[in-house]
Nanobody, 127 residues
Framework: QAQLVESGGGSAQAGGSLRLSCPTS??????MAWFRQAPGKEREGVAS??????????TYVDSVKGRFTISKDNAKDTLYLQMNSLKPEDSAIYYC????????????????????WGQGTQVTVSS
């Protein structure tokens, strides 16, 4: 049974920062990702990181490049999403996702590439 539980969400002012966390004990050698879903919108892949040891290979959606950083701390069994220079359009529920199976040519920012999901944590950015 998946045990993905996100933490670190909350409220921030535009230009501020938040850091999201998610446990990775079952996914040390597996690709993981962060997704987000705003009201009335489809779930969007934000960032993905490969299952290799640090630093891992990461992928970002264009709208967060240069502002968000995904990382894994294998010693702490934790996946992070550091979010800087936040914008109101970053407001959404953020989900941690883990992947066990898939093809090498999968779109790693597609929700269909992941099998396990957390319940989500709300991020609200005010202007």
């Amino acid at each position: 049974q998946a045990q993905l539980v996100e933490s670190g969400g909350g409220s921030a002012q535009a230009g501020g920062s938040l850091r999201l966390s998610c446990p990775t004990s079952r996914y040390r050698d597996r690709r993981m990702a962060w997704f987000r879903q705003a009201p009335g919108k489809e779930r969007e892949g934000v960032a993905s990181i490969s299952g290799y040891t640090s630093p891992g290979t990461s992928t970002y959606v264009d709208s967060v490049k240069g502002r968000f950083t995904i990382s894994k701390d294998n010693a702490k069994d934790t996946l992070y999403l550091q979010m800087n220079s936040l914008k109101p359009e970053d407001s959404a529920i953020y989900y941690c996702a883990g992947r066990f199976i898939g093809r090498d040519d999968d779109d790693y920012l597609s929700p269909y590439a992941y099998q396990d999901w957390g319940q989500g944590t709300q991020v609200t950015v005010s202007s």
